[in-house]
Structures are given as structure tokens and as C-alpha cells.
């Protein structure tokens, strides 16, 4: 009901049904007075539940600071600012969906004066300058000329070619490479997951684990410094250095366990998304199962399946025009099945300009 919806939609549809927000809800669980109107939903109250990472189990802290404890007013931070103290409570949300929706919250699809809206809006990007493509409709046209064009191409005055392709031709694209994912899947799950895991994380793997070595040993001399630091700190106790000698040496080793600090934070978080990763396969299984048989593709299977689409540009190849197209799936990234061509789509109609 509420996917491919906005904020302040989701909100009407809320108050439409009844149902209570949750001052109202938190009045009637402790058997206070009910607000006045207790289904008066507000679109930023969505966007605050949409953001609000808590729900995945974390606890994020220094979300707001006021500049006096004097002034009540609190000021929000920036996610730069804030803390983050990864799984201290039950998650309700799981962090990959969590992370999708605010992928398309960040790709939000303006209506059309034509009130069509393109169905791959948002995930569309050319190959070559890496802008968006964008939607492209008129009331004048029947559907079948709509079509997606590079942000940066203006009439072959921009600084970008002519990056061009129907809706209709991308349907057929997309439908067909869900179509044949679904089906090797199914086919075979342990070969399709052992083809994804060589494609997605095997050279991965080598990377991970030099990384693992490097975290192992920074831990070491993170460790071994605040050892070094203590009998220095005795030596300059003891008169065994000059304090002037203890100020310099304290200063080298504390800027040395300060960077070390940082890459390990750096790191690990590497390893955090790469292992996290690796665990998604499931949450992609999961959609496969749910849709398979599909024969037309929705906005809501599109989101579920599809993380970006990129665009190449058309080329010729013996007098015939062909296009590729990328598709980066949710979860797992970019499939190539063992017998998919180089050129992906046979571009048969010729492409007319388009005003």
C-alpha cells in the first residue's frame, strides 16, 4: 500500500485508515487523555520513522547540541557528528532494507506533467559521465516514445553524448535479466550462489584478508604503545629521562596510536560491509523466491531487484545497432550468467530526436 509513496502521502493514507500516531498510541498504552485528533499525521513525522536508524538495532547518539544550557532550543547534528553504537537493542528493521529506502528516498521521482512517472526513474545512469538519465514525457506522447536521456546531454551541447533509450526497450532488458537470473536460480541454488560468490567476492576474499592481518597487528602495537607510554611515564616520575625527552617521546607515540586508531576504524569498517555483504545472498534469494514467475515488471519487484541500471552508449557493429546495458542488482551487485553476450540489447528501431 504505502511503496512508491512519499512522506506526505503515506500520511493521508495513514489518517484515511485511523490509524493513531504515536503520541496518541503512547497516550492510550498509559491510559492518558487522547490528543485532540489522535490520526493527525504529519509527512515529517514519516521522514523522522524512514531515517531513524535506532530501528535496526543501533543506538545513535549526539543526534542535536545546544549552543548554551541556557537556550532550550536544540540544533541537529550532521551524520559526520553523530554516534553510532551498532546492535545494542532488538532490530524491528533489517539494515539492508533500511539502507535501501534511503537509497530511494535519495531518488525520488518527480511527477510529470504528462502524470506518468518513468518506471526506472532514479536508477538510470550513463556509462561514460556517470549523471543521471532522465525521465522524458509529454501528454503528446502515447508511451511508447517516452524515454530516459543523459543529465548532461542538452541538444548536443552538453558536455555529454547523446546517452539515449526507450522505456520500452529498458522493460525488456530488465524483464528478460530477471527473468534469466530466476531461472538459473532456480535451476541450480548452490551453483547460482557459487557463481555470485567468484564473481562478487572471491578477488575480495585476498583483500580481506591482508586487511584482517593489518587490523590484527595495529591492535598489537595499539596495545603495546599504551605499555610504552606507562614506563615512560615512570622513567619521567623517576628522573630515569628528562621531562623534556618524555614530552617528545610521549608526543610521537600518541600521534603514531592516534593514526593507527583511525585506520583500524577505517578498516574495520571494510571488513564490517564485506562480511555483510557476503550475508546478503540470503536477502536476495529471498526476493527471488517471492517473485518468481512474474511475466510484467512493477515499480515495487523494480525496487526489490534493482539497486542501478547504467546506459551505454550505441554503437554499430556490422551495420547493425546495438546497446549494452548494466544492471546492478540489490544485495549482490552486477551477475553475468555464463552464456550472456558482450552487447546485452539489440537496439531495433531506430531512435528518433526527440524535442
Same mark, same amino acid.
Given at each position: ?92 528493521? =533489517?539494515?539492508?532494507?533500511?539502507? /535501501?529506502? *534511503? ?6 521521482? $518527480?511527477?510529470?506533467? #504528462? @502524470? ?86 572471491? =578477488?575480495?576474499?585476498?583483500?580481506? /584478508?591482508? *586487511? ?6 595495529? $591492535?598489537?602495537?595499539? #596495545? @603495546? ?131
Amino acid at each position: 500500500m504505502y511503496r512508491r509513496k512519499g512522506p506526505m502521502q503515506i500520511a493521508k493514507i495513514l489518517k484515511a485508515d485511523k490509524i493513531m500516531t504515536a503520541k496518541a498510541y503512547y497516550a492510550k498504552q498509559k491510559g492518558k487523555p487522547l490528543p485532540e485528533n489522535p490520526y493527525r499525521w504529519k509527512d515529517c513525522t514519516i521522514v523522522g520513522i524512514l531515517e531513524r536508524m535506532d530501528y535496526c538495532g543501533h543506538t545513535v547518539n549526539f543526534k542535536s547540541y545546544s549552543k548554551s544550557h541556557k537556550l532550550k532550543k536544540r540544533i541537529p547534528t550532521t551524520k559526520e557528528q553523530q554516534a553510532i553504537f551498532r546492535n545494542t537493542h532488538e532490530a524491528i528493521v =533489517e539494515e539492508a532494507v533500511f539502507e /535501501r529506502v *534511503q537509497e530511494l528516498r535519495a531518488n525520488k521521482r $518527480r511527477p510529470t506533467t #504528462a @502524470e506518468r512517472q518513468g518506471l526506472f526513474s532514479g536508477l538510470v545512469y550513463c556509462a561514460d559521465c556517470g549523471s543521471k538519465l532522465h525521465f522524458a514525457t509529454c501528454k503528446s506522447f502515447d508511451g511508447r516514445q517516452d524515454h530516459y536521456r543523459c543529465a548532461k546531454y542538452k541538444s548536443n551541447t552538453g558536455s555529454c553524448t547523446a546517452h539515449f533509450i526507450r522505456e520500452e526497450t529498458l522493460k525488456a532488458i530488465v524483464r528478460q535479466k530477471i527473468f534469466d537470473v530466476t531461472a538459473r536460480f532456480i535451476e541450480n541454488i548452490m551453483d547460482f550462489r557459487e557463481m555470485v560468490y567468484q564473481q562478487q567476492f572471491a =578477488e575480495a576474499e585476498k583483500k580481506m /584478508r591482508w *586487511q584482517k592481518k593489518q587490523l590484527e597487528q595495529a $591492535r598489537k602495537r595499539i #596495545a @603495546e604503545l599504551d605499555r610504552i607510554f606507562k614506563r615512560i611515564y615512570e622513567d619521567d616520575i623517576n628522573a630515569t629521562i628528562s621531562h623534556e625527552r618524555f614530552l617528545k617521546l610521549s608526543a610521537e607515540y600518541e600521534a603514531e596510536q592516534k593514526e593507527l586508531t583511525e585506520m583500524v576504524k577505517t578498516e574495520q569498517q571494510e571488513v564490517d560491509t564485506y562480511e555483510q555483504n557476503k550475508m546478503d545472498f540470503d536477502s536476495f534469494a529471498a526476493i527471488i523466491r517471492k517473485y518468481v514467475g512474474i511475466t510484467e515488471l512493477t515499480p515495487t519487484i523494480v525496487n526489490e531487484f534493482v539497486k542501478k541500471i547504467i546506459v551505454h552508449a550505441l554503437e554499430k557493429i556490422d551495420s547493425k545497432r546495438f546497446q549494452k546495458v548494466d544492471i546492478v542488482f540489490n544485495f549482490v551487485g552486477e551477475i553475468h550468467l555464463p552464456d550472456e553476450p558482450q552487447t546485452e540489447q539489440k537496439e531495433t528501431n531506430k531512435q528518433e530526436k526527440t524535442a
